[in-house]
């Protein structure tokens, strides 16, 4: 790629990683992770045959970066169908009604700080729900030690939130009618495939929306946090683009069927 752009190797490698904020090598093994969720959450291949496709040797290898990065096994992001199961969140509160945000609780004898601010869309027509997580690094990896879900443009509050350092991703999507995967594939399954001579549905899974489209992110950070004290960090939402990382983290089910299931009522 380097000399492709004309660049020495080193140059080529500090430019990539101020306009990505990850080295080549990082940004690579993060959307072959991607790709591997795709084909987990809307293919029947198999967890093996998933790993080779994506470019890694070793099962072991992929089944342990897999978990580390998107905080849930291949097996169990298949079994919930490409989501972070709700009940796996720390000890979940109900959600809240419209116009309130709903925090994720963190276990007992963590700070009670708490992080507020207000959450704003740059771009027109996006007023959904969104939601807000705390990770340790910069590049979100597992799963949150806080969160919160809001209903849209407005204020948000991240209770419980435990001292340290923390680094604050945004994320919400606009759901289609047609679209019940959590990667884009298709409705209810349709063209899932087992087949395996030449991997077809890997074929098709590229022609498949790019992992930034449709998304709106936003990250903050880094914000450190100290006992008792509150934060302030306003989250201005902005449409995800190919040079941002693919999300790795596995994230709850955000569409409105599923919102309205946890007992999430939509503003308006």
Not at 101 to 115: C, D, E, F, L
Not at 130 to 150: D, K, M, N, T, Y
Not at 221 to 248: E, H, K, S
Not at 250 to 258: E, K, W, Y
Request: proline share 9%.
């Amino acid at each position: 790629m380097a000399r492709t752009a004309m660049y020495s190797k080193f140059h080529f490698t500090r430019i990539f990683q101020r306009v990505t904020g990850l080295t080549p090598g990082r940004f690579l093994s993060a959307v072959r992770l991607e790709k591997a969720k795709q084909l987990l959450a809307a293919t029947q291949l198999m967890v093996t045959d998933i790993s080779h496709l994506v470019g890694y040797s070793s099962v072991g290898t992929f089944s342990s970066r897999f978990t580390y990065n998107v905080g849930m096994s291949p097996t169990l992001y298949r079994r919930f169908g490409g989501f972070l199961p709700w009940s796996a969140l720390d000890s979940r509160p109900a959600i809240a009604e419209a116009g309130r945000a709903s925090s994720g609780r963190a276990a007992p004898g963590r700070s009670r700080t708490v992080i507020r601010g207000n959450l704003s869309y740059t771009e027109p027509g996006w007023d959904g729900p969104a939601f807000i997580g705390l990770f340790g690094e910069l590049v979100p990896r597992g799963q949150p030690v806080a969160w919160s879900v809001v209903d849209g443009p407005g204020p948000y509050a991240i209770e419980d939130v435990p001292e340290g350092v923390w680094h604050l991703m945004a994320c919400a999507q606009q759901h289609d009618q047609g679209r019940a995967g959590a990667h884009g594939g298709p409705a209810n399954g349709a063209g899932r495939s087992a087949h395996r001579g030449g991997h077809a549905m890997f074929h098709e899974v590229r022609s498949w929306p790019p992992h930034h489209q449709g998304l709106s992110v936003a990250a903050e950070g880094p914000i450190v946090v100290r006992p008792g004290l509150g934060r302030l960090a306003d989250v201005r939402m902005r449409p995800m683009t190919l040079l941002d990382p693919p999300i790795l983290p596995a994230l709850p089910d955000m569409r409105p069927g599923a919102l309205l299931a946890q007992g999430f009522r939509p503003a308006g």
